[in-house]
């Protein structure tokens, strides 16, 4: 064949190549275009219906009606498959993480084991006030009574670390890792933790820090995942948050959000990029504090690090009412599936 003439029929083909990739982006931003007027469209009908109901004194959102018993209707405990370092250990006898483990010679034992076993009694007894305030809240009758087991092993543990200077063994080692928190579960407290956002100003984009038990004092829905820009937040999870939330919104939230172990800025401009500033508050947990407060903090590797576990909360008066974990894969968190459980909750009531 002519080389002028291959060369002519690879630029037709690449031309032609183009011109497919830019119609196809022309159609997605077509169709993207569609679901902002018909949501925006959906929420103005939807807002014109509660004024009328307003006025009539007759309305009552799901959050208002149902969502209050929910603990009642999530009975049921989170549990999580893997620890924080990554281990296949389970995790349905909590107090396993909290026993100190392989003996070290009490010869050994100076003022650095001291302060070790002194700083695993104020975690110790960290977690019995969680597990105290769990059983006062919980009706479950499984529930509880795991809850008794584990506050039972827990006083045990507690006494055999303070008779540890007068044993012939200390149970701690100065290599054991961070002893972590338990998963949240439902009854449970938002806990006193700061996070930060992004806001805009005049002269610029200014970080703002808040409080996350102040920020829930509103009804939420509160969606945590692995990373911004990653692959299935990218494609799938921050799209999908931002499609719903004008359901959301008609049950009677006021907040819906996006939260990740990034930097603000990241958050921003990764809600930016994936348009869902405006309907999607994106949240920042820079130093994974929240992840490993409520138990849900998983190492990625070097590459990542520490990262939340993906997960979603419904919170209402500042009290988790429902939960829900993807330790592997998307389905469990995602928001159709949250608005579907409040939905199919409503229909018990």
């Known amino acids: 064949m002519n080389p002028e003439k291959k060369k002519m029929e690879e630029e037709e083909k690449a031309a032609a190549a183009a011109q497919k990739a830019e119609k196809a982006a022309e159609e997605e931003e077509q169709r993207r275009q569609k679901r902002e007027r018909e949501n925006q469209e959906k929420k103005e009908k939807r807002q014109r219906e509660i004024y009328e109901l307003k006025k009539k004194n007759e309305y009552k959102s799901i959050a208002q009606t149902v969502l209050p018993s929910f603990p009642l209707l999530q009975a049921s405990p989170i549990v999580l498959n893997h620890q924080q ?109 700061n996070i930060w956002s992004i806001v805009e100003e005049s002269d610029g984009l200014k970080k703002v820090e808040m409080n996350l038990r102040n920020y829930c004092d509103k009804p939420t829905v509160l969606f945590a995942v692995p990373g911004a820009f990653t692959s299935t937040c990218t494609k799938k999870h921050l799209p999908e948050i931002a499609d719903w939330t004008v359901e959301f919104e008609e049950m009677g939230f006021e907040n819906v959000a996006c939260i990740s172990v990034n930097d603000p800025y990241t958050m921003y401009h990764w809600g930016k990029t994936a348009k869902a500033l405006g309907l999607v508050d994106m949240l920042a947990d820079p130093e994974g504090k929240l992840a490993k407060e409520l138990g849900l903090s998983t190492y990625k590797g070097s590459h990542m690090g520490d990262r939340f576990i993906r997960s979603a909360f419904v919170i209402i008066d500042n009290t988790f009412r429902i939960i829900r974990v993807d330790e592997k894969g998307y389905s469990e968190t995602s928001p159709e599936s949250l608005c579907k459980s409040m939905k199919g909750a409503q229909n018990q009531i």
């Open 85 to 193: 370092n990554g281990n296949s250990q389970p995790l349905s006898n909590p107090i396993n993480t909290f026993i100190p483990q392989n003996p070290v010679p009490l010869s050994s034992f100076n003022s650095h084991h001291s302060h070790r076993s002194n700083s695993i009694i104020n975690t110790l007894n960290k977690k019995l006030n969680q597990l105290d305030q769990t059983l006062a809240q919980t009706t479950d009758v499984v529930l509880i009574t795991r809850l008794a087991e584990a506050i039972k092993e827990i006083a045990k543990a507690k006494g055999a670390l303070n008779l540890c200077e007068n044993a012939s063994i200390i149970s701690a080692s100065t290599n054991d890792p961070p002893i972590p928190n338990p998963p949240v579960q439902v009854g449970q407290p938002v806990p006193d933790v």
